[in-house]
């Protein structure tokens, strides 16, 4: 099992970036695939981007592309959104994730999930 914990969510006016982080213990994190998903208020869970372990293949949701980057540094055991041209449709709180093999942009694919944190973005 591996025990995660987001952080760098906040607030932030439209058009600005915030880079959220990831930092995983336990389960060898490095051997896991990870994802960052998100959660408006009254809206279902869905993906923004996801990694494999080595840090080579990444995808990412629809409303992620163009905008968001993810990466991974394996000697720290975190995985970083960088998040750039923020809207107000942006504010949710973000989830970061962990499955072993491959990484999938589907929620029920993962088995394991931070608590999360609020991203708000101001119009």
């Known amino acids: 099992q591996v025990q995660l914990v987001e952080s760098g969510g906040g607030w932030v006016e439209a058009g600005g970036s915030l880079t959220l982080t990831c930092t995983a213990s336990?389960?060898?994190?490095?051997?896991?695939?990870m994802g960052w998903f998100r959660q408006a208020p009254g809206k279902e869970r869905e993906p923004a981007a996801a990694?494999?372990?080595?840090?080579?293949?990444?995808m990412y949701g629809d409303s992620a592309k163009g905008r968001f980057t993810i990466s991974r540094d394996n000697a720290k055991n975190t995985v970083s959104l960088q998040m750039d041209a923020l809207t107000p449709d942006d504010t949710a709180v973000y989830y970061c994730?962990?499955?072993?093999?491959?990484?999938?942009?589907?929620?029920?694919?993962?088995?394991?999930w931070g608590r999360g944190t609020q991203v708000t973005v101001s119009s």
């Open positions: 990694i494999d372990y080595t840090g080579r293949n990444v």
């Open positions: 994730a962990a499955r072993l093999y491959k990484p999938t942009l589907n929620v029920i694919d993962y088995a394991d």
């Open positions: 336990g389960q060898t994190a490095s051997t896991l695939a």
